[in-house]
């Protein structure tokens, strides 16, 4: 089994800064992809960013030059920061590994972006 712990989501203004961790443990195979996606009220979830064990990104578009991915293969874990946080981003965040046919969820980190 493998576990995804999240943290690091919360309320922050319009353009402020927050970073979100996620830490995998478990049976996980060396070669995997990390990453977050997320899901607003009444829309599906989306890819934001994934990172695979030899560095390769992927990023969504709208999230390009403020939201960063990296990750630590030691610790199978992966981070997010995201700068100038917009309304626009607010949503439940989710952690995801994902390795050969497999793919694993973390509970999902709310992050709230208001005024």
């Known amino acids: 089994q493998v576990q995804l712990v999240e943290s690091g989501g919360g309320l922050v203004q319009p353009g402020g800064s927050l970073r979100l961790s996620c830490a995998a443990s478990?049976?996980?195979?060396?070669?995997?992809?990390m990453g977050w996606y997320r899901q607003a009220p009444g829309k599906q979830r989306e890819l934001v960013a994934d990172?695979?064990?030899?560095?390769?990104?992927h990023l969504l578009d709208s999230v390009k030059g403020r939201f960063t991915i990296s990750r630590v293969n030691a610790g199978n874990t992966v981070y997010l920061q995201m700068n100038s946080l917009n309304v626009e981003d607010t949503a439940v965040y989710y952690c995801?590994?994902?390795?050969?046919?497999?793919?694993?969820w973390g509970q999902g980190t709310q992050v709230t972006v208001t005024s």
């Open positions: 995801n590994l994902r390795t050969g046919s497999d793919a694993y």
């Open positions: 478990g049976s996980i195979f060396k070669i995997n992809t």
């Open positions: 990172i695979g064990t030899y560095g390769s990104i």
